[in-house]
């Protein structure tokens, strides 16, 4: 059934970090049919974080948070223009009961993870169990329901972003090119994954000792922007607030992919940097570190659990700053060994 494959669709309605993490679904995909179109099923916002992605050929998007009636005309109006492809393999790496029925509904050879409820494994064509304890081996073990050999699977992320991206941060930061910098990003959509401010200005302060530019990064919302003023004003040495909740995603992915060090938490351009390479540090609380960490050599992981003992996922308050509990000292030695490993690496001298 999957052995002559031209159009592909994957589906994967979530967050951006999510939406990156399915790379290497789709490069494993490429790898075994260099010929096929592979088209991605999206919420429309996250199509930003894979926008310059080379091996997608269309997006089709769904609009979140509409009321009833423009939510059946957005699903019909996508069910339309996906009927047209006529699909050799739709890949669906999402649980919304919706998706599933307009996935049955395009009757095309599919695949979905199976669930216990027998209504959604009979939508497709096939599924096949989540195996893997990283979010990136689960999504690829899909795959291995059609026949993928573990040789075929590609592990790796990837994020790429135009050149105009990176001359649009150069036309309003001349020095970035000359700048040994560092982009730290505390921000992130739920307060329980966040750092304690005042411990955030003294890592800002100990990178500035070291003689490192530091870039202060966020989303657009408010309350991110507020938070690293927050922080900024707790520094001695102010970081640099100029791309503070202003840059596309990426525009962003290629303020991280010239720095010499990414330090954040558990979002999405934890992610990001972990696809571009770039050394970081990262630090986690109570969430699932062992499924949901960066999947890079350079990146050192430090979890507030080793200090405190975390919650279970039932018992979780998402008001709690988990991440407290991380000593600053901690994350201070860890930037310190990262820096010094890749100043071997690189053959570089940093003070």
């Known amino acids: 059934m ?29 790898a075994r049919y260099p010929h096929a179109k592979i088209d991605l099923l999206l919420y429309k916002d996250t199509k930003a974080i894979l926008a310059a992605h080379k091996d997608i050929n269309n997006f089709y998007l769904i609009e979140k948070k509409q009321g009833l009636v423009a939510t059946v005309k957005n699903y019909l109006s996508v069910r339309q223009q996906l009927k047209k492809n006529h699909y050799d393999l739709i890949v669906n790496l999402t649980e919304q009961w919706p998706i599933g029925a307009l996935i049955a509904s395009l009757r095309r050879p599919s695949i979905a993870f ?39 699977l590609k592990k790796e992320m990837s994020l790429s972003y135009r050149q ?44 500035h000792q070291r003689g490192l530019h530091v870039y202060l990064t966020c989303g657009p919302a408010l309350s991110e922007q507020q938070q690293v003023q927050r922080i900024a004003e707790l520094c001695q040495s102010s970081p640099d607030l100029t791309l503070a909740g202003k840059t596309t995603f990426l525009q962003l992915a290629a303020l991280i992919d010239h720095a010499i060090l ?36 350079k990146a050192v992981l430090i979890w507030a659990g080793d ?6 996922r039932d018992e979780l308050d998402r008001s709690k700053k988990y991440l407290t509990w991380i000593p ?14 890749s100043d071997n690496v690189k053959g570089n001298e940093i003070a």
């Open 164 to 207: 105009d991206d990176y001359q649009h941060l150069v036309s309003l930061l001349p020095a970035l090119p000359a700048q040994k910098y560092v982009v730290i990003q505390p921000t992130a959509r739920q307060e329980f994954k966040c750092w304690d401010d005042d411990k955030f200005a003294h890592v800002i302060d100990h990178l």
């Open 328 to 341: 600053e000292q901690a994350v201070i030695d860890a930037i310190d060994t990262v820096l010094h490993d």
């Open 262 to 297: 990414y330090i954040g938490v558990d979002s999405a351009p934890m992610h990001m940097a972990a696809a571009l390479k770039t050394p970081q540090v990262c630090l986690f609380g109570a969430t699932n570190y062992q499924q949901w960490k960066p999947l890079s050599d």
């Open 2 to 30: 999957f052995e002559k494959v031209d159009r592909v669709l994957i589906c994967k309605l979530k967050f951006y970090g999510d939406v990156l993490l399915t790379t290497p679904v789709i490069a494993s995909i490429r």
């Open 114 to 152: 199976k669930r216990e409820k027998d209504q959604w494994n009979r939508l497709f064509t096939r599924v096949t169990p989540s195996i893997g304890t990283h979010i990136v081996e689960q999504n690829l073990s899909i795959l291995r329901g059609i026949g993928f050999s573990e040789a075929e």
């Open 307 to 312: 200090y405190h003992p975390m919650p279970s």
